[in-house]
């Protein structure tokens, strides 16, 4: 096996179970990509990666020992990550990328069928290990691959997207607390499910009441607001994006619920929703998607934001819940609060910190890789004195 020696240091690294190492960390390094040992500058071996220098992380720490990376290896993996999702029901994140000691790999099951992501150089190169030992941990019906993330842009591999093994259907049934969603494959979201929020959905189903007006702002396919509808609450549901709002309609129908929908970009129609004087919102859900991919466009995004939350303020009810999620990783706890303070200043708004939650078990947060905290749900409450 070719090794790869970090420079005095940054073996700290390697041994706090962080898996990568940058080209500059590295003191020395193989000429070909591969199956590399990982050593200290003493060259005591702390672990098993894959090296390749035009990955964004030159090294991706697969084992924190020694040993090959096989069928066998993975097999473990895959295995342990389906034990610790026992008793989640049949749609779950099955693995969750380093956080599942597996860097580059996420695998979402919906019932019999897996979606899979591969999403750095590493993966990719191994796929023809650690595929059939998916296959035989798992044994699932098909396998649906989603490779077209734009992580998998910034290490230079092509899109990949198409049925990888078995039988797939054209539509996946998702099942959530007894919510059927029927979702298209080709919906050009995620893996297709937010399977992240569901603790976050379950909290608003246990605290919605009936008569109460929730208005649930990029709803995606509406997980929020057909709870609430469930629970006898009235529901609007915003998003720009008309197929999964289609998904919305087609499951209210089924389950006999009511939601309304808005179609269009959040602040426009927040905006008009004001200039309607329609009714204040018991709760307001804001769950954006990713807006910041670089440290760089923070201050942009926490501006929108906050313009975000002013308008939400002005709909939300005396004493209502204003629900505000964060899913890029520059967006963490603290800034979450910082907007929230600055829109409620603005607005003249007193409110309480009700509950600041994280990734859900089945997306695991490893105390050892900061980037596996990624979502952040602020839970606030109006409160006047
Ligand atoms: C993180 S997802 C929401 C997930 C959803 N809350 C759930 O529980 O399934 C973000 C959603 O925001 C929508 N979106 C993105 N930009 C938007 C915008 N400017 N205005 C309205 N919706 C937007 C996307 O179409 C996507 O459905």
């Given at each position: 096996m070719?090794?790869?020696?970090?420079?005095?240091?940054?073996?700290k690294?390697?041994r706090?179970?962080?898996p990568g190492?940058?080209?500059?960390?590295l003191?020395?390094?193989p000429?070909?990509?591969g199956?590399?040992r990982?050593c200290?500058?003493?060259?005591?071996?702390?672990?098993?990666?894959?090296?390749?220098?035009?990955?964004?992380?030159?090294?991706?720490?697969?084992?924190?020992?020694?040993?090959?990376?096989?069928?066998?290896?993975?097999f473990?993996?895959?295995?342990?990550?389906?034990?610790?999702?026992?008793?989640?029901?049949p749609?779950?994140?099955l693995?969750?990328?380093?956080a599942?000691?597996?860097?580059?790999?996420?695998?979402?099951?919906?019932g019999g069928?897996?979606?899979?992501?591969?999403r750095?150089?590493?993966?990719?190169?191994l796929?023809?290990?650690?595929?059939?030992?998916?296959?035989?941990?798992t044994?699932?019906?098909?396998?649906?691959?989603?490779?077209?993330?734009?992580?998998?842009?910034?290490?230079?591999?092509?899109?990949?997207?198409g049925?990888?093994?078995?039988?797939?259907?054209?539509?996946?049934?998702?099942?959530?607390?007894?919510?059927?969603?029927?979702?298209p494959?080709?919906?050009?979201?995620?893996?297709?499910?937010?399977?992240?929020?569901?603790?976050n959905?379950?909290?608003?189903?246990?605290m919605?009441?009936p008569?109460?007006r929730?208005?649930?702002?990029?709803?995606?396919?509406?997980?929020?607001?057909?709870?609430?509808?469930?629970?006898?609450?009235?529901?609007?549901?915003?998003?720009?994006?008309?197929?999964?709002?289609g998904?919305?309609?087609?499951?209210a129908?089924?389950?006999?619920?009511?939601?309304?929908?808005h179609?269009?970009?959040?602040?426009?129609?927040?905006?008009?929703?004001l200039?309607?004087?329609?009714?204040?919102?018991?709760?307001?859900?804001l769950?954006?998607?990713?807006?910041v991919?670089?440290?760089?466009?923070?201050?942009?995004?926490?501006?929108?934001?906050?313009?975000v939350?002013?308008?939400?303020?002005?709909?939300l009810a005396q004493?209502?819940?204003?629900?505000l999620?964060?899913?890029?990783?520059?967006?963490?706890p603290?800034?979450?609060l910082?907007?929230?303070?600055?829109?409620?200043?603005?607005?003249?708004?007193?409110?309480?910190v009700?509950?600041?939650?994280?990734?859900?078990?089945?997306?695991?947060?490893?105390?050892?890789?900061?980037?596996?905290?990624?979502?952040?749900?602020?839970?606030l409450?109006d409160d006047?004195?």
């Open positions: 070719q090794r790869v020696v970090a420079k005095p240091g940054k073996e690294k390697v706090n179970f962080y190492l940058f080209a500059d960390e003191a020395e390094a000429p070909n990509p199956v590399v990982v200290s500058s003493q060259g005591e071996p702390l672990g098993t990666g894959y090296y390749d220098p035009q990955s964004r992380v030159a090294v991706r720490v697969y084992r924190f020992e020694e040993g090959p990376l096989d069928r066998a290896f993975f473990g993996r895959f295995q342990r990550a389906q034990k610790r999702r026992a008793g989640l029901g749609c779950h994140r693995v969750h990328a380093e599942d000691g597996l860097p580059g790999l996420v695998v979402d099951r919906f069928v897996l979606v899979v992501q591969v750095n150089r590493a993966m990719e190169a796929r023809g290990v650690w595929l059939p030992a998916l296959i035989e941990a044994q699932p019906g098909g396998i649906y691959e989603r490779s077209d993330v734009e992580a998998r842009r910034l290490e230079g591999l092509e899109e990949r997207v049925v990888l093994y078995g039988v797939v259907p054209p539509v996946l049934e998702v099942e959530e607390d007894g919510l059927l969603f029927p979702i494959l080709a919906l050009a979201q995620k893996t297709g499910f937010y399977l992240d929020q569901r603790e959905r379950q909290r608003l189903e246990a919605v009441r008569g109460e929730v208005l649930d702002v990029y709803s995606y396919v509406g997980g929020f607001a057909l709870r609430a509808a469930r629970q006898g609450a009235y529901a609007l549901a915003v998003d720009k994006d008309l197929e999964a709002l998904v919305l309609d087609r499951t129908a089924r389950h006999g619920l009511r939601v309304d929908i179609q269009g970009e959040a602040l426009t129609v927040l905006k008009r929703l200039a309607q004087k329609t009714p204040p919102f018991h709760h307001v859900l769950d954006p998607p990713t807006l991919k670089r440290p760089e466009e923070l201050p942009r995004a926490k501006r929108h934001l906050v313009e939350l002013r308008l939400a303020l002005r709909l004493e209502g819940w204003l629900w999620s964060s899913c890029s990783y520059y967006i963490g603290e800034e979450l910082e907007v929230a303070r600055r829109a409620a200043a603005d607005e003249g708004r007193r409110l309480r009700h509950a600041l939650t994280h990734n859900p078990p089945d997306h695991p947060w490893s105390l050892h890789v900061p980037e596996s905290l990624y979502l952040k749900t602020l839970i409450q006047p004195l």
